[in-house]
Each structure stands twice: as C-alpha cells, then as structure tokens.
C-alpha cells in the first residue's frame, strides 16, 4: 500500500483530495483567461518560430529523454535495425569482393565463413553486434578489412548501447512520476492569522517515502508596466513565505499550510477583496525536494488565478489523534470555512492601524451599540409602568 499507514483507501481519487468550495457571493467568474502554469503543473508556454532547430542536435541524449515514449521506442528499434542493416551491407559487399559468394572448392579460405547471400550476412551482423556467437559463422584471418570491420561493429554496438539503455533507464526514472503524488489545495485562501493578513495555501505527500530537504516557492505573474512605459506581460515576482516550521526546508510528513504574510514587501499589499474581481493575478506554487528512495531532484507545480483566491476563509484542520497516533484526513484537504476577515487590502489595513486597531474599533462601537439598546429598553419599560 502506497498510502501512509493505510490511512487512504487504495481507490480514493486524487481529484477528490480538493473539494471543490463555492466562491463568495461577491465574486463573479471572469471568462478563463490563459493561465501561465496549469493546475496539473505544466508550463502553458508555447515556442514557435524557433529558426535554429540544430540546437536541440547538439543536446542529443537530453533531445532523446524529453520525447514521447511512441518516439522514443520507435527510435530505440530503428537504432539497432538500421545499425544491423547497415553492417549487413558491408559484410555482404565484403564478401562480394573477396569471391566468398562463389562455391570455389575446399581449399578456397573465405574472410567469414557460411556467407552465401545478403540474408547470411545480415544474420552475421547481428550476431557480432550482440554478442549471440551460433558457431556457424566466423571472421577468418584472410581479409584485413574483415577485421576491421568486426571491430569497428563492436564499437558501434556499444555505443548504442549504451546511449539507448541510458535514455530508456533516465525516462523510467524521471523525477515528474513523483510529484504526482504530492498534492496542492484547489483554491488559495486570505484571511487574518496572527493579527496579519495572510494569503495561504494548503501542500501535502501521499507516500510513505519522504521528500528530503522539501523547499516551497511562491511567484506572483502578473502583467504590469515599468516607469518608463514598458510593458510586461509576465512580470514574475518572488513572494516572501513563513516557513510553517521555522527552518529552510519543509517537513512534508502531514499537510502543511504555507503561509504569506502580505506587508509592505508583499505584491499583494495593495489587493482587497473587490480587486480580485478585476484584477488578472496568477499566484505560482513550487514544491522542490529529493526523492528519498531515488535520490532524484522532483518538482511539483501549481498555480491560483483570481478565481481560485477566496477571500476570507481559511483551511478546515485535517489531522487528529487517534489510538495513540496521528491520522490525516485527506477528504478535508481542500475544504474551507468562512471567517472574519477585513475586504480591504493589507495596505489600507495598516494605514487604519492594523487588525488589533480594527477589532478594538469594533469593540467600541460594538459596547456602544449593546449600552444604546439596553438604555432603550430601559425607557421602555419605565413608559410601560403604570403611574
């Protein structure tokens, strides 16, 4: 069982591991605009009019490993086929010149024995190539070119060998295979933690092997504009995050929240709830780490337009004790709840002195409100009294 501790069920769905969660009322779907990475995590980018194609000639075994696995089987076989032919040639031309093909008694020494025809001689070809060796056919010590020829087979076999065996091992063992068992929340989250406004999101393994040394990066892309009236169509800015166990690298043993803390230095100061109506914003997620039983660098990604941010919820807990030990409850792993939470941007909210400035604000006004209504209920008694 690949689940940890069994504690999900072999036929539970991935799509299911993030509920989907109805937007606020507030927010209407704007029509789906290009995302620059998709949800699965691959990069919406197309490359076109690339005229130096002979690059990628250059990068032959990293070209190979990036193809399809119909292109590269298909290039696996042709390898060895053409290579056999090819061979076959040579030695049936060999043969050709020497006179091997006529029958010229039994003192006439062949340079490879038993080549009577191209059939023969292909035969011959692949057992030099991969080392099969029948007995029936065989380099004699006639012919210099002969030699050279078995040599130089050898080599080119080996070479196959090794550059095919090397591409086919490398896609076997490419690192995306496990990120998709690490998994990201459906929807971004803001809302108030410690007194900060916070935009957070939820990662989690499925696997009972761990990620060493897991690290989380978040990019904002947005288009935007410089002083000078250039425009950027995909101005990528780093994020700052609070790690949710205080060290550089992520212990992914249980889901995490990761956390932003939107200040000053935050791209997101200025963004208030009204604004995620408007505003074409896509918050990418990357989790990077080694594979514990490979030692392979993999990455998972992940991305939130504006439709996917929801304004004052945060994430439901998923973990609880249970018999002595911890279970994760991975049906809540992308539920959320609604709590209060300030429409107005981070910039804004501490221009007005902050979160505790605001609740204590509405404490006030809140004791007020609670005095007014007593004293009137007060009066109305009183006026009920007889006289």
Same mark, same amino acid.
């Given at each position: 069982m690949l689940s940890r501790k069994g504690l999900i069920p072999e036929d539970y769905l991935l799509t299911r591991l993030a509920e989907d969660v109805l937007q606020p009322k507030c927010f209407k779907v704007k029509?789906?605009?290009?995302?620059?990475?998709?949800?699965?995590?691959?990069?919406?980018?197309?490359?076109?009019?690339?005229?130096?194609?002979?690059?990628?000639?250059?990068?032959?075994?990293?070209?190979?490993?990036?193809?399809?696995?119909?292109?590269?089987?298909?290039?696996?076989t042709m390898s060895y086929l053409c290579s056999w032919l090819l061979f076959g040639m040579i030695w049936w031309l060999i043969a050709f010149a020497h006179g091997d093909l006529d029958q010229k008694g039994d003192d006439f020494v062949p340079c490879v024995t038993d080549i009577h025809s191209f059939s023969s001689a292909f035969l011959f070809s692949i057992e030099v190539q991969v080392t099969i060796g029948f007995g029936g056919r065989m380099v004699t010590e006639e012919c210099v070119s002969a030699i050279v020829v078995l040599i130089v087979q050898n080599i080119v076999g080996l070479l196959i060998n090794a550059i095919m065996l090397g591409c086919i091992f490398m896609k076997t063992a490419q690192a995306n295979r496990r990120a998709e068992t690490l998994i990201f929340s459906k929807h971004a989250v803001i809302s108030v933690r410690n007194?900060?406004?916070?935009?957070?999101?939820?990662?989690?393994?499925?696997?009972?092997?761990?990620?060493?040394?897991?690290?989380?990066?978040?990019?904002?892309?947005?288009?935007?504009?410089?002083?000078?009236?250039?425009?950027l169509p995909l101005d990528q800015?780093?994020?700052?995050?609070?790690?949710?166990? @205080?060290?550089?690298? =992520?212990?992914? /043993? &249980?889901?995490?929240?990761?956390?932003?803390?939107?200040?000053?230095?935050?791209?997101?100061?200025?963004?208030?709830?009204?604004?995620?109506?408007?505003?074409?914003?896509?918050?990418?997620?990357?989790?990077?780490?080694?594979?514990?039983?490979?030692?392979?660098?993999?990455?998972?990604?992940?991305?939130?337009?504006?439709?996917?941010?929801?304004? @004052?919820?945060?994430? =439901?807990?998923? /973990? &609880?004790?249970?018999?002595?030990?911890?279970a994760v409850d991975y049906s809540k792993f992308g539920n959320t709840t609604k709590v209060p939470t300030p429409c107005c941007s981070a910039k804004k909210l501490d221009e007005s002195g902050g979160i505790a400035r605001l609740k204590l604000n509405?404490?006030?006004?809140?004791?007020?409100t609670v005095r007014r209504r007593r004293g009137s209920a007060g009066v109305r008694r009183s006026k009920k009294q007889p006289e």
């Open positions: 029509p789906g605009k290009a995302r620059f990475v998709t949800k699965n995590g691959t990069c919406n980018v197309a490359h076109t009019n690339i005229r130096e194609q002979g690059r990628f000639l250059l990068d032959v075994f990293t070209t190979l490993v990036d193809l399809k696995w119909l292109h590269t089987l298909i290039i696996f007194n900060k406004l916070c935009f957070m999101i939820r990662i989690g393994d499925l696997r009972k092997s761990m990620i060493i040394s897991a690290t989380v990066r978040l990019q904002v892309v947005r288009r935007s504009s410089t002083e000078e009236g250039e425009v800015i780093d994020i700052h995050m609070d790690n949710p166990v @205080g060290t550089n690298g =992520v212990f992914l /043993v &249980s889901p995490l929240i990761i956390c932003h803390v939107i200040d000053k230095d935050s791209p997101l100061y200025e963004l208030s709830a009204g604004d995620l109506q408007y505003d074409d914003i896509e918050v990418i997620a990357v989790l990077e780490g080694v594979v514990e039983t490979t030692g392979i660098t993999t990455q998972a990604r992940t991305s939130y337009v504006s439709e996917e941010i929801l304004w @004052g919820q945060r994430f =439901v807990p998923t /973990v &609880s004790a249970e018999d002595g030990m911890y509405e404490g006030v006004t809140l004791r007020a």
